[in-house]
């Protein structure tokens, strides 16, 4: 099994420019687990990807597979195999040709070849399409057979580039299952780049949430939803979004607390540093009933979203635009005048000066 | 009335064709008796007897006197109403030449009589004891006028005859078409013989039958629905068929005539026959047929490989992003084709002139033999395909770099982490990429290449002993070096389309069973 | 719609009345630049102001077009009334009907004008079809720095010219369209050779016509000449000292350097036969055109062109070699030694044949003496071939 290394990997693609594309980085992904690479567009996911996959070289920094060191050579002799966003197919070529390209290209013999082609595209119900070619697949059959592309090689790394970004949600949400249940039978080491926060959830193992050529965090998903290390992240996992209200820190009767503009919220922990702060708090946290322990913020409902089993309701508060999600589809109603209660000991506390985890 | 349409359609073709045959019996009959005429007033003249209406001379020619020093010159007398007249020098009457000349060819030739086209005089000349009888007449009347009497009528009661049918319907419409619209094969036939006759019957009959089946009904709708579209198109059928069809038909029928000197003879599939049997000569005889066919297919085969391997690897070097001055070759690299391609032939045959020309003085400098280029075959034939490779190959760049440009770079990438070398992206990526913009260039490059008439006219001219031409330099010779045989040029320009559409067709079926 | 009508007719009256102006057009087709065309212009303006019957309006067209030209033109009616063009073709056109004989206009002392040499090649199976106004062959060219005296005889031309190109390396004893059948007629005629026997019949493959394309390919292959010179090469070699002598005609004038010393010789005799080396005469004439508008002012025209003052003309202006007799009677023409020595070359010259069949023999011969000089084939194979070719192209072909 394989483990995939970077070692101050950076990357400066203009000599002159003063902002690197990929600031020096350490990754480490474990052997057999996947790594999902999520940040949004520019922030140097996929030059990360595409400096393991051999296509481009790194300005400084190591690679390794495996034991190997692989920072110099080609991607044919680093054993990687990548999924493309646009799937990348041969178009003069059938389907079976398309996976069978890389093994006939290692002088597989025949009769391998057409066995593994067969096995895989079994395992990726693409078997009655081997003789057609890409022009006549649909997006998810030509997604099934990139995949495949990849899989026939049994690379040491498997590295995927937005594979997912060209389907429709239905087809999306499928193909993200497709690629659990295989990462899940061949336990192959993955690196996989998306902006999807949800792909990146569903997906990982290891979260590397990326921005501006940094690395933000790194954390398991539930590391990530959880305890996020920055605004930055807290705001980019979940959906809806993390609402953030500004406070600043006062000590009431030795407890600390946090006062916004109509709100007084107790600190779970003492924190120290800035007097400035900024709290988050994801929707689920915040109730329109009386929960012991919660504090209470004023407002106004602007709007509602009803998602089926829970409704999300938006409201304008002293301290700035809340949102509630809750069970609860008959409350409130556009216009009235609530109260919202905010769950202290899942209130988030950053600094509001460096939006840094306090 | 409107539905007299279809028989107005028949009526109007039935006319076109009674008309054509009214005026060749016109011709015929006129003719026949005009030069009756001459000759009886020749004859009339060769009796001394005065001469009748409409003859505007009649002389008897007197034997020639020929000139002492110049075979090629003597002095001829006539009688012209009893009196002796001299013919000749300058000043003398027109009409006194017309007398000469007809005697002249009279005494080689015998009696003769001949309608002349333009003026519509007759000239009749019969050979008599006291010299050459020679008559000139004018056709003192217009000739006999349109019969639009008996067409008129005849197309009345067509007329009468079909709208009874009409109205009838059924059955009875059909055979009242038919039948109304035979009426002017009566006089065609008179006039003109079986052919008009059955030319108007079949007419006849096709409305008849295309009537009943609601063709025309359903084209007269098509027409009418699409008849500002029609008329649009309109000058451009025209041009087509005037420019195209009509040329194209004419060029098919004359490779079965043979042409001698202004004559044309009927001779059925003979061009063909000697073309094809080789004329008569050996194989390795640069005069067959085949020889020229194998020289014609090398020839495009070469050009056209050359053409493919110089455009595209030219065009894959300047794809390199690091190609500084890019645009500047680019530019460089079309001129040839943007040079009239007679211009470059001369410039390139001068070039390979084997005393002054620029290669020979190459070759010279780098102490190696000057090449006679034009006097072997092998010399020669690279002669022209070096100039036709000049000419060829920035198309096959364009085209090939436009083709380049639309290959995703994904398809590379994709290609290198599946472990190919450079070499095998550009077997398994590049060259399938080309494929589909590169097949039907070579197909229209290999046309163009079979068909390169100026490179080989104007570089080597079929030197040495004729063994470089090509097909259409062949034909080219047949209409123009030759004698004017243009039923032979023709019919090699039928062979030539016939490879031409063969091979077309053949490469076309082949893509599509690679295709499927 | 009338009005449509009215102004269509306007517009075609106006365009029929242009074309008037009084007297008769008479359109004169030719083929002369340079000199020949400045002399030619001045004859035709003092004709046309001499007379009032008719304007003679001559028309230039290029020489490669002018045969086809013709040929394609006078049959459909919008060809010229007289043209000027060398008598080879005269048979073919008068077989044809292209051209109108004239010998009704013509006695015996309008043709004494003429040198019977030149009127006699405008005459055609017993029938006169034009009036000469030129005669041209080529004749022997020589630089006097580099051949004082030039060759009297092959053999001499052999013995001198290995000499002089052992002398001079990279240059040419002498230069000649040796592939071309013009510029190989006169050892063909030095040799006794022919292209028509006498009785009109084909005798390309004779044996004098084999020795001739032997001695042509000796030429070569001991590199006394260059391979496959055409026109412009030749004048270039002669101008840059790399040949000695050339062979060409009266056209090659212009084309030689200032700087040049140079003479005109008749070609040498032939030593095997004894005979002179005989080029082509090709004569220029006037023909008529058999579609020719008013026939009687076209011969006028004719005879104005011809006539001695015009001949006189074109001989100082364009130093044509004119047939006209008395040309040679002014003392500035008969002194002008290129004339005098075109003028001696006449008398050791063959007309170029007339018949139709000899359009078909260019080519073919060509091929046969390219095959023979270039690659060595056998003169008599080569030119047995030939005969067979121009047979084949001479046949009519019938069902």
């Not at chain 1, 193909?175 to 080491?189: C, D, G, K, L, S």
């Not at chain 2, 066919?293 to 690091?322: C, E, M, S, Y």
């Not at chain 2, 995703?408 to 982490?417: G, I, K, N, S, V």
């Not at chain 3, 102006?21 to 003092?46: C, D, F, K, M, Q």
Request: net charge neutral; aromatic share 8%; charged share 20%.
């Amino acid at each position: 099994m394989t483990e995939l290394r970077l070692t101050q990997v950076s990357k400066r693609y203009d000599e002159k420019s003063e902002r690197p594309a990929l600031w020096p980085m350490d990754l480490c992904v474990k052997s057999g687990r996947m790594a999902v690479l999520v940040g949004p567009s520019g922030c140097g996911k996929s030059t990360t990807l595409r400096i393991v996959a051999g296509l481009e070289e790194p300005t400084t920094g190591e690679v390794h597979i495996g034991d190997r060191n692989v920072t110099r050579l080609g991607p044919a002799a680093r054993d990687i195999a990548m999924v493309f966003q646009s799937y990348a197919l041969y178009p003069h070529m059938t389907v079976f040709e398309n996976l069978a390209f890389a093994l006939k290209l290692r002088k597989v013999a025949a009769a391998d070849i057409r066995e593994r082609v067969t096995a895989v595209a079994r395992a990726l119900e693409i078997e009655p399409l081997l003789s057609r070619r890409p022009g006549a697949l649909s997006g998810g059959q030509r997604q099934r057979v990139a995949m495949g592309r990849a899989m026939v090689r049994e690379p040491k790394v498997f590295l995927f580039d937005e594979p997912l970004s060209n389907l429709d949600a239905k087809l999306r949400s499928e193909m993200r299952r497709e690629i659990a249940r295989i990462h899940q039978q061949t336990r192959t080491t993955c690196l996989y780049v998306t902006h999807d926060q949800v792909e990146a959830m569903t997906l990982a193992d290891d979260i590397v949430v990326m921005k501006d050529g940094h690395v933000l965090q790194v954390g398991s998903p539930l590391d990530i939803y959880d305890c996020p290390q920055n605004r930055f992240v807290a705001g980019f996992f979940g959906t809806p979004s993390m609402c953030f209200v500004d406070a600043e820190r006062h000590t009431e009767a030795g407890q600390a607390v946090a006062r916004g503009r109509g709100f007084s919220l107790p600190l779970p922990a003492p924190v120290e540093g800035s007097q400035k702060l900024c709290i988050g708090i994801r929707p689920e946290a915040i109730a329109l009933a009386e929960a012991p322990g919660a504090s209470p913020i004023r407002g106004q409902v602007q709007s509602r979203e009803i998602l089926g089993a829970e409704v999300l309701i938006h409201i304008t508060s002293d301290a700035g635009p809340l949102t509630v999600r809750t069970p609860e589809r008959h409350g409130a109603q556009v216009g009235d005048h609530i109260t919202a209660w905010l769950d202290p000991a899942r209130a988030h506390v950053f600094d509001a000066a460096t939006e840094e985890r306090l | 009335m409107k539905q007299l349409g279809p028989y107005a359609l028949a009526a109007a073709a039935a006319l076109v064709i009674a008309l054509g045959s009214f005026a060749a019996y016109r011709n015929r009959t006129f003719s026949e008796a005009e030069v009756a005429r001459a000759e009886a007033a020749a004859e009339a003249a060769a009796r001394g007897q005065k001469a009748g209406p409409a003859v505007i001379a009649a002389a008897v020619v007197l034997a020639p006197k020929k000139s002492a020093r110049y075979p090629f010159l003597s002095h001829r007398d006539a009688i012209i109403g009893g009196r002796t007249v001299s013919l000749g020098g300058p000043g003398s009457p027109a009409i006194h030449k017309r007398l000469y000349d007809a005697a002249n060819h009279c005494d080689d030739h015998g009696a003769f009589s001949e309608l002349s086209g333009d003026s519509g005089r007759v000239i009749a000349a019969i050979p008599t004891d006291r010299g050459t009888a020679v008559a000139i007449t004018q056709p003192p009347s217009p000739p006999e006028p349109l019969p639009w009497a008996i067409l008129g009528g005849l197309l009345a009661i067509g007329a009468v005859v079909a709208y009874c049918g009409i109205t009838v319907g059924g059955a009875a419409r059909t055979i009242g078409l038919a039948v109304g619209a035979s009426g002017l094969a009566a006089p065609a036939y008179i006039w003109s013989g079986a052919i008009p006759a059955a030319a108007i019957l079949v007419i006849a009959v096709a409305v008849a039958a295309l009537d009943a089946r609601g063709s025309l009904r359903r084209a007269a709708r098509a027409l009418h629905e699409g008849r500002i579209a029609y008329a649009f198109l309109s000058p451009t059928l025209a041009a087509m068929v005037v420019i195209v069809c009509v040329p194209f038909v004419v060029g098919l029928g004359l490779g079965f005539f043979d042409h001698h000197r202004g004559e044309w003879t009927f001779v059925g599939l003979d061009n063909f026959a000697h073309i094809l049997s080789g004329g008569g000569h050996s194989l390795a005889d640069p005069l067959n047929f085949w020889f020229t066919v194998a020289v014609t297919l090398a020839w495009t085969a070469v050009n056209v490989i050359l053409h493919v391997t110089l455009g595209v690897a030219l065009a894959l070097v300047l794809r390199k992003p690091w190609l500084k001055l890019r645009g500047t070759f680019r530019v460089l690299l079309i001129l040839p084709w943007a040079i009239p391609s007679y211009i470059t032939a001369l410039i390139w045959h001068g070039m390979f002139q084997s005393e002054y020309g620029a290669i020979n003085q190459i070759l010279a400098t780098f102490g190696l033999d000057r090449v006679a280029w034009f006097s072997s075959w092998t010399a020669a034939f690279t002669a022209n395909v070096a100039t036709n490779t000049w000419l060829g190959f920035p198309f096959m760049m364009v085209v090939a770099l436009g083709a380049l440009q639309s290959i995703p770079r994904d398809l590379y990438e994709a290609a290198a982490t599946d472990g190919a070398s450079a070499w095998q992206k550009f077997c398994h990526i590049t060259l399938p990429s080309l494929r589909p913009a590169l097949g039907p260039a070579v197909v229209l490059g290999a046309i163009w290449t079979f068909n390169m008439f100026n490179v080989i006219y104007l570089v080597s001219d079929g030197q040495p002993g004729g063994s470089t031409n090509i097909l259409v330099t062949e034909a080219y010779r047949w209409a123009f070096e030759r004698g004017e045989r243009y039923g032979m040029a023709a019919a090699y320009a039928t062979l030539i389309f016939i490879i031409l559409a063969g091979g077309t067709l053949g490469i076309g079926w082949l893509r599509k069973r690679r295709a499927r | 719609m009338i009005r449509w009508v009215t102004l269509i007719l306007l517009a075609l009256t106006a365009c029929a009345d242009s074309g008037g102006n009084g007297r008769p057009t008479v359109i004169l087709w030719h083929t002369y630049t340079g000199a020949e065309e400045i002399a030619l212009e001045n004859i035709v303006s003092a004709a046309n102001r001499d007379q009032d019957r008719y304007r003679i309006e001559p028309v230039f067209v290029p020489y490669e077009a002018f045969a086809d030209k013709i040929t394609n033109a006078i049959p459909n009616g919008n060809g010229p009334d007289l043209f000027i063009f060398a008598h080879d073709r005269i048979g073919d056109w008068a077989e044809s009907g292209f051209i109108e004989p004239i010998e009704f206009y013509v006695d015996d002392d309008l043709a004494d004008h003429y040198a019977y040499a030149a009127i006699s090649a405008m005459a055609y199976r017993g029938s006169l079809f034009g009036l000469p106004m030129a005669v041209k062959s080529v004749a022997l060219f020589y630089r006097t720095d580099l051949c004082p005296v030039p060759p009297k005889t092959t053999g001499e031309l052999f013995e001198w010219g290995h000499g002089f190109v052992a002398s001079h390396p990279g240059a040419y004893a002498l230069a000649y369209s040796n592939i071309d059948l013009y510029g190989h007629a006169p050892w063909l005629h030095g040799f006794g050779g022919r292209i028509f026997a006498k009785d009109g019949t084909l005798d390309v493959a004779s044996p004098e016509g084999v020795r001739a394309a032997a001695f042509a390919r000796r030429l070569r292959t001991e590199k006394l000449v260059p391979a496959n010179a055409t026109g412009d090469v030749i004048g270039t070699l002669f101008n840059a000292k790399k040949t000695a002598l050339a062979i060409s005609g009266p056209w090659f004038i212009a084309g030689i350097n200032d700087t040049v010393p140079w003479r005109v010789a008749t070609l040498p005799v032939v030593t095997e036969t004894g005979l002179a080396a005989a080029p082509f005469l090709g004569v220029e004439g006037v023909l008529m055109s058999s579609r020719a508008d008013h026939k009687g002012l076209a011969f006028s025209a004719m005879r104005a062109l011809t006539s001695d003052a015009s001949a006189a003309e074109r001989a100082r202006r364009a130093r044509q070699i004119v047939p006209n007799n008395a040309a040679y009677e002014n003392p500035d023409i008969a002194a002008d030694p290129v004339l005098t020595a075109f003028r001696a070359q006449l008398s050791h010259t063959v007309a170029m044949p007339k018949t139709p069949a000899m359009r078909m023999v260019w080519t073919p011969y060509e091929t046969a003496l390219g095959r023979v000089i270039q690659s060595g084939d056998d003169p008599g194979a080569a030119l047995s071939r030939a005969e067979d070719e121009i047979r084949g192209y001479v046949r009519r072909r019938s069902n």
